[in-house]
């Protein structure tokens, strides 16, 4: 077992260790869920990817992105998946980088969840990359979210026009 996998099940141990602790649901204090939510964040912010992927690996990734994963670009483009189990989202951040942020549901139990995102030029790489691995519903998604990058928001008919030859309508 490496140093990363052990650090990761410690992590991950101590992750079910909070939210299983011995409190009624909705009893955890303010500091108790900083606690919990660091968590997520101890080294969940890594620069650059840390292993060379295989093709069994992004494999992994755009089956995991398929059905967890959002392409958007609202400012820039960013490339995200929310998960309550860390470990898939610790296997992200090591093969693409970017970072994981805690989140809670807001519900009574005050369950915690977390987001690992990528933006700017890291999420253009990753749509690049498994572009070809992706359904057609999600190329469509990807090809839409790069238009909107490349072609500037101040030419709204280009844009328009541009997207429709480029993005298939769904019936």
């Not at 500037?152 to 844009?159: D, F, G, K, N, V």
Request: contains cysteine; positive net charge; glycine residues 8%.
């Amino acid at each position: 077992m490496t140093n990363a996998e052990a650090c990761a099940k410690a992590r991950r141990i101590k992750f079910e260790k909070g939210i299983k602790g011995g409190r009624p649901a909705g009893s955890h204090s303010a500091k108790e869920r900083q606690k919990r939510a660091r968590i997520w964040t101890a080294k969940s912010t890594v620069p650059h990817a840390r292993m060379k992927p295989t093709m069994a690996l992004l494999g992994w990734a755009a089956g995991f992105l398929e059905g967890e994963g959002s392409f958007t670009k609202n400012r820039g483009i960013r490339v995200c998946a929310a998960q309550v189990n860390p470990e898939p989202l610790m296997q992200l951040l090591h093969l693409f980088g970017g970072r994981i942020t805690p989140r809670y549901t807001g519900r009574a139990q005050d369950q915690v969840y977390g987001v690992w995102q990528v933006t700017g030029a890291r999420a253009r790489g990753v749509i690049f990359t498994l572009y070809s691995m992706m359904s057609a519903k999600r190329q469509s998604q990807m090809r839409e979210t790069i238009l909107r990058w490349a072609i500037p928001a101040e030419s709204p008919p280009l844009q328009t026009e541009l997207l429709q030859a480029a993005v298939p309508q769904q019936t």
